[in-house]
Nanobody, 121 residues
Framework: QVQLVESGGGLVQAGGSLRLSCAAS????????MGWFRQAPGKEREFVAA????????YYADSVKGRFTISRDNAKNTVYLQMNSLKPEDTAVYYC??????????????WGQGTQVTVSS
């Protein structure tokens, strides 16, 4: 069982930056691949980024590639999403998630409650 708690969301102007954090409970955090997803009003949840259990591999949606960076600190049981050059279309509730096994955009077993990111134009 893994429990996830996101933080770091807020209101930022277009072009600005935010760093999201996701703190995980449990001693087996380092065995999970982690991902970030987002859901904008009226839209389906979409994949944003993922990182392997070791942090050695990452994977991004095309819409955020080059602007967002996912990282993790297994000693702190925390995964991060650094978001730069934010655009109004990045406005959404952002969720972190955990899955056993390798990197991917599907098959996540555990989810956080989400944190709101709002980008003003």
């Amino acid at each position: 069982q893994v429990q996830l708690v996101e933080s770091g969301g807020g209101l930022v102007q277009a072009g600005g930056s935010l760093r999201l954090s996701c703190a995980a409970s449990g001693r087996t955090f380092s065995s999970y691949a982690m991902g970030w997803f987002r859901q904008a009003p009226g839209k389906e949840r979409e994949f944003v980024a993922a990182i392997s259990w070791s942090g050695g591999s990452t994977y991004y949606a095309d819409s955020v590639k080059g602007r967002f960076t996912i990282s993790r600190d297994n000693a702190k049981n925390t995964v991060y999403l650094q978001m730069n050059s934010l655009k109004p279309e990045d406005t959404a509730v952002y969720y972190c998630a955990a899955r056993k096994g390798g990197l991917g955009s599907l098959g996540y077993d555990y989810w956080g409650q989400g944190t709101q990111v709002t980008v003003s134009s």
